[in-house]
């Protein structure tokens, strides 16, 4: 089970956080979740589902989901 955390937001300090399944920038709430013993980040936990019932059977952990 996920959690939401935000990050936080400055023009000082860069932070880019991306969707580990779709690639899209988050810039300030993201949802993050325990998969296969690390943590990923999501923009949603719609697609943390979809990370596990798609990417994962499909492809494995190995390869990155977005470019």
Known sequence: MGEWRTTEIGYLKAS????EL?????PGRFWIAEVEGEERL??????ERRYRTYW????????PAAP
Do not use: N
Not at 22 to 26: K, R
């Open 56 to 63: 994962l059977p499909r492809y494995g952990a190995g390869r």
């Open 42 to 47: 999501f923009c949603s936990p719609d697609h």
């Open 22 to 26: 779709c690639g899209q920038l988050v």
């Open 16 to 19: 880019r956080t991306y969707c």
